[in-house]
């Protein structure tokens, strides 16, 4: 049996082979639901699908740049900024 240890701010961590059983991943969305089982209360987990976001990934294709760190990102808003101000 696994056993699960909340932490001061109620947060846990599944061993990988609930994980694995209930394909699950980090950011996944579980539910919990109360059922009454021979006579006594038991919590079932009920992996939720995840909402549909059609819009991810909507902009891939519709960039030339290949690097996105923060130095790229500020090099690329002052380049912006110098050619409103000219």
Known sequence: ???????SKRQATFPVQV????DVRPGDVIALE????AGERVWVL??????????LGCLSGKTTVAVH??????????????????
């Open 1 to 7: 049996m696994s056993t699960i240890t909340l932490t």
């Open 34 to 37: 109360p059922v009454e089982l």
């Open 19 to 22: 994980c694995v059983e209930l």
């Open 69 to 86: 760190s923060m130095e790229a990102a500020r090099a690329s808003i002052a380049a912006g900024r110098n050619q409103r101000s000219t």
């Open 46 to 55: 009920r992996p939720q699908k995840a909402p549909p976001r059609p819009w």
